[in-house]
């Protein structure tokens, strides 16, 4: 079966274009070219243009191509991406209808569901569209609602951002400096300060103590911030001590305002949840694209600018982890950005949005801004968007404002001309200027797939969220420790004496409970694999509670990465449980280091994962989502460069039949009006014969038998100016006949291409690589306590 026109590989269907002179739809449908949007977009229009629809029409075309998004939706409205109902049934909208709209219509909600799914039906059939291709949105991506602060939806623990920056990130002091700087500017914001990072002293405390946290890769949470703030461990700041640059009173203000979050009753919510990582928000661990939809309506405005800053602080950092690409590997959307980028004002927000829009394009990272007030908008920062919406706009000082940013953003516009097509927009048609295109275009936006019902309250996202079970903290990093009932039961008033011989460390993870006893390995293992190209070191952790005699059992162990910088050799005080005797005894650890290598070399492993169509292989360490995810990109780069090629192929023969139609068309023109004037000509002719008989002339003159002659002549140019006519549109015929399978061609082509680079079809083998046995090595066995 053939696909629809607009269903174009990495072309997004927006709508139709419009005749700016008569405001009527034209038949050519307005199709966007997904790399276009790597130099990103801004969308402006007052309430009622449509803006919303746009913008969630360009999620749900990015969504089809296999393109992930994060969405960070300040009013509601991007949640109605959930309400997508492929049946368009009057049972499906139901719950979503507002029974006060329906009572003001006097109709029942059931009957007013029932109009409004005729409406979404009758609105998809005159865009080409239909229930199959809802569902082959849903299909392709996952949509899923994040609720920062609230357990509503899926829950976000946006203060886990405090977690060191990837290697690669600390290694580049411009980029730490500048993560630094956003996350401690949203977290002041948060308890109300104001800070300037060269005047706060707040600011640049908590930016040393993040500088030397981070520097060391060592993470912090909130409560040991706090601790390094009454404690910094500094003597100096610039060149005073920390006494003059800081008293310790003040200090413990600032201490004191942190703790108040720590202490609210609903501070919990914003430590519930998953982690703030760009790379799951985009990807299920299938491996899946997903429409991660960042609701903060429910927020405080500086609970707000927090969360929007370390996101993008997130969105920032992984940038710049990827590779450079060409083609459109994700988007960011913001629904409403006033507030966070203005022109003169620097909040915590605008530094790194300005990074994301000079930079993100060299990584196929496309953002994507829109507002209703585009009064208060930084131009200067904007002008790095290449592509721009403007719909319907309040007032006239809003549309000069946002005629002097396109005017800034491009050349060869005209402002007259802008002015003319600004004046009269309705209600879904924009005006859309995009730099890779010659000229500005008129369009009215396509019918939305889901239904746009307006904003979604806090209880009707939890409808929307499917129930999860509890997150494990079995990451990386978060090794099992005795349960709680056990260490209060085991717990003494101190710590036992530890013979000589043996290593010991605390790892604390938590402020309060007992210290119990664990045993820690840490190997190095190298893992060989000439096909797949593996050749790596690693070191794991293997950590062991322990609470009996008996030999330890391996199996049991919480595996994480390299826990050594995390361990200290002094620890608080407290309460420690009953270390067994076995764990007090020297001897034991050579047998038990031997142990843990039998035990390495059975069960580890370093899996792999390998894409044959593509000849592609997983990184050590890379999980098959962030694999597939990878393959994704790839499979996309190379249909982009084959649809380019394909369109490089076809377009001169293309473009040669549609002037042999342009040809043809204008002679069968020209023989019909050739035809047309024959007839004509021997019209008149035979009247004027006919006419002398008629006027009572008693002989036929030799003038007038000549007429008759000329008009029987011309009667017979009739028939083969005819026949040249039929011969034209014969010709015409064929030509277009030639054109459309040409066409077809085309598109069948483009459809082998479709399947052959789909992500989805993609095969991914898992193939794991052993460690060489010889090449083991336990470089500790020590004796841990763990709180």
Known sequence: MSLPPYEKLGAFYLGREVDPATGADKPDLLLYDSRDLTTHAVCVGMTGSGKTGLCLSLLEEAAIDGIPAIAIDPKGDIGNLLLTFPQLRPEDFEPWVDPGEAARKGQTTQAYAAATAETWRKGLGDWGQDGERIQRFRDAADVAIYTPGSTTGRPLSVLRSFSAPPAELRQDPSALRERIASTVAGLLSLIGVDADPLQSREHIL????????????????????IQSIQKPGLDKIG??????????????????????????????????????????????????????????????????????????????????????TSSLRALLYMDEIFGYFPPTAMPPSK???????????????????????????????????????????????????????????????????LDSLLANLTGRVFLMRNAHDDAPALFRTRWALSYLRGPLTLPEIAKLTPSRPVEQRAAAGAPRAMTPEAASSAAGSSKPVVPAGIDEYYLQRSSGGAWTPHLLGIARM????????????????????????????????????????????????????????????????????????????????????????????????????????????????????????????????????????????????RESAQLSEQKMSTAISVGTSILGALLGRKKISVGNVGRVGTAARSAGRIGRESDDVT?????????????????????????????????????????????????????????????
């Open 351 to 417: 530094q790194p949005l300005l990074t994301l829009m000079k930079q993100a394009r060299a990584f196929g990272l496309g953002v994507v801004l829109a507002t209703q007030n585009p009064v208060d908008l930084d131009y200067k920062g904007l002008s790095n968007a290449g592509t721009w919406f403007i719909g319907r706009l309040q007032t006239e000082r809003d549309k000069a404002r946002v005629i002097e940013g396109l005017l800034s953003a491009g050349e060869g516009l005209d402002k007259a001309e």
């Open 727 to 787: 011969r034209a549109n014969e010709s015409l015929d064929v030509i277009k006949q030639r054109y459309t399978d040409l066409s077809n061609e085309f598109e069948q082509e483009s459809s082998r291409l479709q399947g052959e680079f789909d992500p989805a079809a993609a095969v991914v083998d898992r193939v794991q690589v052993k460690p060489r046995k010889a090449d083991i090595d336990v470089k500790k066995l020590a004796l841990v306590w763990v709180r």
């Open 206 to 225: 908590l930016s040393t103590l993040l500088d030397q946290a981070w520097s060391a890769g060592r993470d912090l949470d909130l409560a040991a911030l």
């Open 239 to 324: 060149v005073f001590d920390l006494e003059t640059f800081y008293p310790a009173k003040e200090r413990l203000q600032l201490a004191m305002s942190l703790n108040n979050l720590i202490a609210a009753p609903g501070f919990a919510a914003w430590m519930q949840g998953e982690a703030l990582d760009v790379q799951r928000l985009l990807y299920t661990d299938a491996g899946k694209p997903r429409i991660a939809i960042i609701s903060i309506a429910h927020l405080s405005d500086a609970e707000r600018m927090f969360v929007v800053t370390l996101l993008l602080g997130e969105v920032v950092a992984w940038m710049r982890r990827q590779s450079g």
């Open 526 to 669: 190298h893992f060989v694999n000439a096909p797949a190209g593996i050749d790596v070191w690693e070191t794991r952790s293997y950590l062991l509670p322990m609470e009996t005699d008996d030999d330890p059992n391996w199996t049991q162990a919480e595996s994480a990465a390299d826990l050594s910088d995390q361990l200290k050799k002094t620890a608080t005080e407290g309460e420690y449980a009953e270390a067994p005797a076995a764990l007090l005894r020297a001897q034991n650890y050579k047998a038990w280091e031997k142990q843990l290598e039998g035990y390495v070399y059975e069960s580890a492993g370093l899996d792999v994962f390998r894409c044959p169509s593509i000849g592609a292989t997983s990184a050590a360490g890379m999980t098959e989502a962030d694999f597939r995810s990878r393959i994704a990109l790839g499979l996309r780069e190379k249909r982009d460069a084959a649809v380019e090629a394909l369109r490089k192929k076809y377009a001169p023969r293309l473009t040669t039949l549609e002037d042999q139609i342009r040809r043809a068309e204008d002679r069968v023109r």
